[in-house]
């Protein structure tokens, strides 16, 4: 039995298995360590992270059943993952649950579920065939980019009234993909220069049409992903569209405020996710306090969530930040190497987005750990607790095992070339 075993070939890039793996490990340590407040409310001391290994054991085997499916396939997919998110943004919108003042969460069968999750992956699918569809041999087609941008506009929009960070994560992750598939360089300068004047208009707008009783109010400590509460259950016209406008600019004020508070006088009600952050890195020591030893879970409302890189940095040191770090560098790098292996480039954009979509969402929730970044409510993939999120990542990562095993190598090509090349020779 062990024989057998030891005989079965892994599907897939055993790199990414690799990163996967350390991924989950440590997700279950540190969700297990970080915690302690779920623990207190329910009452069961394994009940969070028993509920959170069963969703990533769940994720495993949506992961399994994605990568043995041809990554020609996805192509089928795409127009009713398309349909399907775009359908449940607006229904979140309107029937939606509302969480910390943000409708983000639809409910099916007892479960919430993200739509928002959804949706970026069938985008990503959507732009990874239009740019491999029309490329050409010096570029991607001029039109690509119009079909690309028409195409994400509604749902960058429909994500960005609840989830503004999400929504600007996955333009990022566009942008990027457009520039990987050759997409002429005059329109990506062009698109940079419109969304720097955008970008000056939505800020303008949001300090204009927000007010600064969200900074005054918002209890951070007590409240997931520093939201503030609504106040109003009815909006509509430009209110429903700003609704979050206060809670944006309190976090814009916040995080451009030079103004130096003594430790006396800091507001741990007012600030307390980033004031029990920064107790916990500097806590650390840099060697760390050691697995299941971590302080500031106590104080942090998101400690195994959004703040879970701060717990880790706690109790792992520097060095084990710096290898979470790693891990996510290497998955990206790693995708690259397979991506540059495709044939086809269906496939080796499909992977790159999927890659970048999570390593950009990961490094910006370590940034607003670290206090590099505005407060935002961006799980840290893999390894953060969740629902939607977990067993998604898990479905993407599935996708780039899918094309590492399926997917038409170039070097396949090139060794029949030579075959070809030595049989007429000969």
Not at 307 to 324: D, L, P, Q
Request: hydrophobic letters at 50%; proline letters at 3%; aromatic letters at 10%.
């Amino acid at each position: 039995m062990i024989d057998r075993l030891l005989k079965l070939k892994i599907k897939g890039d055993g790199i990414i298995w690799m990163v996967f793996f350390f991924l989950c490990i440590i997700s279950i340590i540190e969700v297990f360590s970080a915690s302690s407040t779920l623990t207190f409310k329910s009452g069961s001391y394994f009940g969070p992270v028993l509920r959170h290994t069963g969703l990533l054991i769940i994720g495993v085997v949506f992961m399994v059943a994605t990568m043995n499916i041809k990554c020609k396939y996805f192509k089928i997919v795409t127009p009713f993952a398309l349909f399907l998110s775009l359908f449940m943004l607006i229904a979140v919108l309107a029937v939606g649950q509302s969480t910390n003042g943000a409708q983000r969460w639809i409910g099916l069968f007892g479960i919430q579920f993200q739509p928002s999750e959804l949706a970026k992956g069938a985008l990503i699918l959507a732009e990874a065939q239009i740019l491999s569809a029309m490329q050409t041999e010096t570029g991607a087609d001029r039109r690509a980019f119009k079909y690309i941008c028409w195409l994400s506009l509604p749902f960058v929009l429909l994500i960005a009234m609840e989830n503004l960070s999400t929504a600007m994560l996955l333009c990022i992750t566009i942008f990027i993909m457009m520039f990987i598939g050759r997409v002429p360089k005059s329109q990506l300068n062009r698109t940079i220069g419109v969304v720097v004047l955008l970008a000056a208009l939505g800020i303008g707008a949001i300090m204009l049409m927000g007010s600064n009783e969200a900074k005054a109010k918002e209890p951070e400590g007590k409240m997931a992903m520093t939201e503030q509460v609504e106040t109003q259950e009815k909006k509509n016209g430009l209110s429903k569209i700003f609704h979050r406008a206060d809670t944006w600019k309190a976090r814009i004020d916040k995080f451009l405020s030079n103004e130096e508070i003594a430790p006396a006088d800091y507001d741990l009600d007012k600030d307390g996710q980033v004031a029990h952050a920064n107790i916990a890195i500097a806590s650390s020591n840099i060697v760390g306090k050691g697995p299941g030893n971590s302080v500031e879970r106590d104080f942090l409302s998101q400690a195994f969530s959004d703040f879970i890189y701060a717990i880790i940095i706690e109790e792992m040191g520097i060095w084990g930040a710096f290898f979470v770090c790693l891990l996510y560098v290497i998955l990206l790098f790693r995708t690259a190497t397979i991506a540059n292996r495709c044939s086809n480039a269906f496939p080796a954009l499909l992977i790159m987005g999927i890659a970048l979509l999570l390593v950009t969402q990961a490094f910006f929730n370590m940034m607003v750990a670290v206090g590099l970044a505005p407060v935002t409510g961006q799980p840290l993939p893999l390894i953060s607790r969740g629902g939607t999120s977990t067993i998604m990542n898990c479905v993407y990562i599935g996708i780039i095992l899918s094309v590492s095993y399926t997917a038409k190598k170039r070097v396949d090509v090139d060794k029949k070339k030579d075959v070809r090349q030595a049989l007429a020779t000969a």
